[in-house]
Nanobody
Framework: QVQLVESGGGLVQAGGSLRLSCAAS????????VGWFRQAPGKDREFVAAISRSGVSTYYADLAKGRFTISRDNAKNTVYLQMNSLKPDDTAVYYC??????????????????WGQGTQVTVSS
């Protein structure tokens, strides 16, 4: 079992950057694929990016390609989401999720068993 805690959210102007972190408990974090999702008010939770257990493979939603980068440091039990060129439409609660059996192309929430509490990202115009 793994527990996830997101951090790094906040208020930023359009065009700015934020780096989100997802810190995990447990000694077997390297056994989990990790994904980032986001949910804006009144909208469904949507996939942003995912990374394989080793960090070699990554996968991005179209909304993230060219602007966001997912990475991980298994020695620190942490996954990161670097977000650049932020837009007001990126405003949402961002969640990280993990699962031992999913691949780096797991894009649906039901493919992940463990979730963090979320961190708010607000992009002003």
């Amino acid at each position: 079992q793994v527990q996830l805690v997101e951090s790094g959210g906040g208020l930023v102007q359009a065009g700015g950057s934020l780096r989100l972190s997802c810190a995990a408990s447990g000694r077997t974090f390297s056994s989990y694929a990790v994904g980032w999702f986001r949910q804006a008010p009144g909208k469904d939770r949507e996939f942003v990016a995912a990374i394989s257990r080793s960090g070699v493979s990554t996968y991005y939603a179209d909304l993230a390609k060219g602007r966001f980068t997912i990475s991980r440091d298994n020695a620190k039990n942490t996954v990161y989401l670097q977000m650049n060129s932020l837009k007001p439409d990126d405003t949402a609660v961002y969640y990280c999720a993990a699962d031992q059996y999913s691949s780096s192309r797991a894009t649906y929430p039901h493919e992940y068993n463990y979730w963090g509490q979320g961190t708010q990202v607000t992009v002003s115009s």
